[in-house]
């Protein structure tokens, strides 16, 4: 079924057509087909589409260049589709409504009606950010053709409530092993029992003390936790291996090698190995065309503390926020929605932005 | 192949031809055909086949019939089938050797030794004594045929390093589980850790101190220890779960009842579930015919800290001890070996207690 999109309805009501065009990761093709016959329509934007992501440029020779950028695949439904309106609350309920097709009605309605903005403008609408990284239609496209992504400044419509979030915390994931020696437990003094000895560790992630460091004039928020633990031979055997995986969220003002020492120092007793590793962004709000943003769409800015694209737009050196409508930490539950006011909002402030 | 064994060769020979004859549990067909051929050899036996289990009684009418019991089944092979024979340190290496071969070739040797005993004799060959109990040799012949383990006492062959070896410690093991609330990890503080929250189950474990009661004159040694742990839900979630499975073996001094009773108590702050729990059982050394075998085959006797059919048979109202030539400790190890002497040493103190 070809699936037709009105650019021209509002904010809420595109929302809810976009929302009714299932998208789950890696099922994106309907929606791109029905997002690129949409802006192929925008004789102001040159479209190119790299899988099921899609790119239109304005092409005006202005001094600066922005990023509009927001994925348009899903988490899988949860009995939660299509979409449901409540007129009373002015709330639309559905999968996807806050992450994040509220921001790409956003995006849309924009790319249709400033066909002359006061920066070049770059719309991004990708593929698989809910999946595995290799797949993320982002990272393909700074792979495949970075110079589409070249831009002074990048605002992802990830849901951050209305409000500027600033940097990112990077994320690091470790396994750290405690060692022992195998005996019978009948005679379990013969050996050395490695979950006890994983005690230790527990108790230095239960005893940790999150840093909360400002960064940028941003206050971010660490933390420190065991996401699985596993151990154990038989059961009459004393066992001599017990591994504690442990998840490092932390600020920006940390690179990854310094999140790396940090946690070998804190678990030298063990054995550490890394399994991987994302750096955090810094803010860097404070100036250029970040601080102009800032200034524009108003509010109080606050620190991303989870991990977002903006540390992908940070390493090829474009310095990007998250500012969206939708709202983050119903995302990914049943119950997820989006209000209508703060979509209409968030159009107003950034057609404000690339029109003054 | 039909195997042929000679119960005329002398007992670390005839624990050679036995560990030689393959009988993993399970697969112990071949060696219990060779060991019923040569049984049904001997007039002054009556043999009963139950599955891979023998049963050989003597029917002198005697005042006291006792049990000697041992099971045919090994571990799986672990490079160490066939036995080899090393003539200098007099040691007999190979899977099943200690454990326990050894005791067989004693418990055969008498057998064709002594036709006129001054008790009567039950000798029990049995099956799958190394894997779970529903298949046991002996539980089976206790549920289907008890008539034919009626004894006024019995003897374990199981490896005891030649020393009578009494009682049991029990078995219990349970599953404690921690509860917590899943949150994603960049906001951990909305969440509760359960692995964290574990850490203080594993603290009773790390600082509990084993019990040694003395039990109708031997010490016995408790054990308290995790023999699994798990959990986590994925590698940005605080867990909401976590299950520590523990094992107490416990004194038979205690009855299981009282085990589970102490555990769920001492783990009183979190949910306990019972998984297992086999009663240990008293030496009872001190009085009637196990005093008396005590008495005839000398030494010290200790307690045995690992469970055994010893329970099996106290269950029936049977006194019972281990008493074998093997070596326990390196029981089901590849190394596992025996040596001839305490093989000779096994057969002449139990051939003293039957005619004297």
């Known amino acids: 079924m070809d699936h037709d999109l009105d650019l021209h309805a509002d904010g809420p009501a595109l929302t809810a057509a976009l929302v009714d065009v299932s998208s789950v990761s890696g099922e994106e093709g309907p929606l791109a087909d029905a997002i690129e016959r949409a802006l192929r329509r925008l004789p102001h934007l040159a479209v190119t589409r790299h899988g099921n992501t899609l790119v239109a440029r304005t092409g005006l020779g202005r001094k600066e260049r922005v990023v509009l950028a927001g994925h348009i695949d899903t988490v899988p439904h949860a009995g939660n589709f299509p979409s449901q309106w409540d007129a009373e609350r002015l709330r639309l309920t559905g999968v996807g409504t806050s992450d994040m097709k509220a921001g790409v ?52 419509l990830e849901p951050s409530g209305g409000v500027v979030e600033g940097g990112c915390q990077g994320t690091l994931r470790a396994a750290i092993t405690a060692a022992g020696a195998r005996a019978h437990t009948a005679r379990s003094w013969m050996g050395k029992n490695a979950i006890h000895d994983a005690a230790a560790i527990l108790d230095i992630l239960r005893n940790w003390e999150a840093r909360r460091p400002v960064v940028d004039g941003l206050e971010f928020h660490e933390g420190l936790n065991a996401v699985a633990i596993s151990g154990g031979v038989a059961g009459n055997v004393v066992p001599d ?33 890394i399994l991987d590793c994302a750096p955090g962004a810094k803010p860097g709000l404070t100036a250029g065309p970040a601080a102009a943003f800032v200034k524009a769409v108003g509010g109080e800015p606050r620190a991303k503390l989870g991990w977002t694209d903006v540390a992908r737009f940070a390493e090829l050196g474009i310095p990007a926020v998250n500012y969206g409508p939708g709202i983050s930490e119903i995302a990914h539950t049943p119950g997820e929605y989006v209000e209508a006011p703060p979509i209409v909002a968030a159009e107003h402030a950034l057609t404000a932005w690339l029109t003054a």
Chains 1, 2 share one sequence.
């Open 105 to 156: 009605a956003v995006q849309l309605r924009l790319a249709a009606a400033l066909p002359e903005p006061n920066r070049d403008v770059t719309y991004v609408f990708y593929e698989c950010e809910e999946v595995d990284v290799a797949r993320n239609g982002l990272f393909l496209l700074s792979r495949d053709a970075p110079e589409l992504l070249s831009a002074d400044f990048a605002v992802l």
């Open 241 to 273: 291996e017990c591994v504690v995986t442990v998840n490092y969220r932390f600020a920006p003002d940390r690179s990854a090698a310094e999140a790396e020492s940090y946690i070998r120092e804190l678990f030298a007793a063990w054995k550490v190995e």
